[in-house]
Protein backbone atom coordinates (compact mmCIF):
# COMPACT_ATOMS: atom_id res chain seq x y z
CA UNK A 1 0.00 0.00 0.00
CA UNK A 2 1.16 3.46 -0.66
CA UNK A 3 2.38 5.44 1.91
CA UNK A 4 2.70 9.84 1.67
CA UNK A 5 4.88 10.89 5.27
CA UNK A 6 3.28 8.02 7.12
CA UNK A 7 -0.54 8.66 5.37
CA UNK A 8 -1.95 5.49 3.48
CA UNK A 9 -4.42 6.76 1.20
CA UNK A 10 -8.21 5.30 1.43
CA UNK A 11 -10.24 7.30 -0.91
CA UNK A 12 -10.57 9.73 -3.32
CA UNK A 13 -12.86 12.37 -5.36
CA UNK A 14 -12.49 13.49 -8.61
CA UNK A 15 -14.40 16.67 -10.74
CA UNK A 16 -14.35 15.99 -14.53
CA UNK A 17 -15.24 18.86 -16.79
CA UNK A 18 -15.06 20.44 -20.19
CA UNK A 19 -14.55 24.50 -20.58
CA UNK A 20 -12.81 26.42 -23.47
CA UNK A 21 -9.10 26.72 -23.49
CA UNK A 22 -6.84 29.39 -22.31
CA UNK A 23 -4.31 31.19 -25.22
CA UNK A 24 -1.20 29.06 -23.33
CA UNK A 25 -3.50 25.58 -23.04
CA UNK A 26 -3.96 26.17 -26.89
CA UNK A 27 -0.36 26.92 -27.64
CA UNK A 28 0.80 24.00 -25.02
CA UNK A 29 -1.64 20.86 -26.03
CA UNK A 30 -1.48 22.67 -29.73
CA UNK A 31 -5.10 22.72 -30.16
CA UNK A 32 -7.18 23.56 -33.33
CA UNK A 33 -9.57 26.91 -32.72
CA UNK A 34 -12.67 26.20 -30.88
CA UNK A 35 -11.87 22.99 -29.54
CA UNK A 36 -12.59 22.58 -25.42
CA UNK A 37 -10.23 21.17 -22.85
CA UNK A 38 -11.38 18.36 -20.17
CA UNK A 39 -10.43 19.29 -17.06
CA UNK A 40 -9.58 16.93 -13.88
CA UNK A 41 -9.76 17.94 -10.42
CA UNK A 42 -8.80 15.18 -8.25
CA UNK A 43 -8.46 14.90 -4.24
CA UNK A 44 -6.84 11.93 -2.49
CA UNK A 45 -8.30 11.72 1.66
CA UNK A 46 -6.81 9.16 4.45
CA UNK A 47 -9.33 7.19 6.47
CA UNK A 48 -10.08 10.40 8.99
CA UNK A 49 -10.41 12.57 5.85
CA UNK A 50 -7.42 14.71 5.77
CA UNK A 51 -6.46 15.81 2.07
CA UNK A 52 -3.45 14.18 1.17
CA UNK A 53 -2.55 14.87 -2.57
CA UNK A 54 -4.59 17.26 -4.64
CA UNK A 55 -4.12 17.00 -9.28
CA UNK A 56 -5.36 19.04 -11.77
CA UNK A 57 -5.34 17.73 -15.28
CA UNK A 58 -6.01 19.74 -18.39
CA UNK A 59 -6.49 17.78 -21.53
CA UNK A 60 -7.52 17.96 -25.29
CA UNK A 61 -11.09 17.07 -25.05
CA UNK A 62 -10.63 14.99 -28.65
CA UNK A 63 -7.87 12.97 -27.06
CA UNK A 64 -9.43 12.59 -23.60
CA UNK A 65 -10.57 9.16 -22.32
CA UNK A 66 -11.70 8.35 -18.45
CA UNK A 67 -12.12 4.84 -17.30
CA UNK A 68 -13.55 3.60 -14.12
CA UNK A 69 -13.34 0.82 -12.52
CA UNK A 70 -15.87 0.23 -9.59
CA UNK A 71 -15.86 -2.47 -6.79
CA UNK A 72 -19.36 -2.66 -5.16
CA UNK A 73 -20.14 -2.96 -1.75
CA UNK A 74 -22.36 -5.76 -0.18
Known amino acids: MLTLRGLEPHHMTETV???????????????????????LHRTTY???????????????ASRFSWTYSFILPD
Do not use: K
Open 46 to 60: TQANVAIEYATGVHS
Open 17 to 39: FARMPTPEELEMLELPAGEPVMI
